[in-house]
């Protein structure tokens, strides 16, 4: 099936520090990559959708200064956490659509990566 | 406003049970539902439903869609302590909208 995968998996940081992640779809190309964030015990939130080549299109309440994506590669989408705060500690969750079959339709699928976990001291 | 409704928020039930998950929607342009499973990291794919009346399978799980009164059904038999988790339900449109989950524990 296909692959994606998060780096880090575990990040600490300092308040003020930045931090990115990578999502790379290892085994197939994603124009489209999503960026979720998860606090405990609920569900994932879309924060915003990276597009290959253009700019990413945030949910309203995200700021998008702050949550920097880059979409710079059919396989590679950044998420860069500026000047990190307590309150952004979380688990922050990317996924790539792929079309193809899933479950034996065709359409596009969300495949996940197995998320990053952030702490910021 | 596009919403993703599942229910119920919480189950507990014995092993051996069957249970029943539902999600609603209410979304424009609708694409298809996608039913993922959420153990400690990233949810798993489980179904992706896109046509009415269809039940898909795998194993002791499966799940149908009604688009017509815009909901899906989860239905997990003989369930097992490997079952608990939390059910996500996703409606794809121009983008992915999640329902705010199910937690099922199944106590042995």
């Known amino acids: 099936g296909a692959v994606v995968s998060q780096h880090p998996s575990w990040v600490i940081c300092k308040s003020g520090t930045s931090v990115k992640i990578e999502c790379r779809s290892l085994?197939?190309?994603?124009?489209?990559m999503f960026w979720y964030r998860q606090f405990p015990k609920q569900s994932l939130m879309l924060m915003a959708t990276?597009?290959?080549?253009?700019?990413?299109?945030?949910e309203q309440g995200v700021e998008k200064d702050k949550f920097l994506i880059n979409h710079a590669s059919l396989t590679l989408s950044t998420l860069t956490v500026t000047s990190a705060h307590p309150e952004d500690s979380s688990f922050y969750i990317c996924?790539?659509?792929?079309?193809?079959?899933?479950?034996?339709?065709?359409?596009?699928?969300?495949?996940f990566g197995p998320g990053t976990r952030l702490l910021v001291l | 406003e596009d919403k993703v409704v599942q229910s119920p928020l919480s189950l507990v039930v014995h092993e051996g049970d069957t249970v029943t998950l539902n999600c609603s929607y209410e979304?424009?342009?609708?694409?298809?539902l996608l039913w993922y499973k959420q153990e400690k990291k990233a949810p798993t794919f489980l179904f992706m439903l896109?046509?009415?009346?269809i039940e898909k399978k795998s194993g002791r799980l499966s799940s149908i869609l009604d688009k017509k009164e815009l909901f899906s059904i989860l239905n997990i038999t003989a369930t097992q302590t490997g079952d608990s988790a939390v059910y996500l339900c996703?409606?794809?449109?121009?983008?992915?909208?999640f329902g705010t989950g199910t937690r099922l524990t199944i106590i042995p």
């Open positions: 996924s790539a659509m792929r079309f193809g079959l899933a479950g034996g339709q065709r359409g596009e699928t969300q495949y």
């Open positions: 085994d197939f190309q994603a124009t489209t």
């Open positions: 990276s597009n290959e080549g253009s700019k990413a299109t945030y």
């Open positions: 979304v424009t342009n609708f694409r298809s």
């Open positions: 896109t046509s009415s009346g």
């Open positions: 996703a409606v794809q449109y121009e983008k992915l909208t």
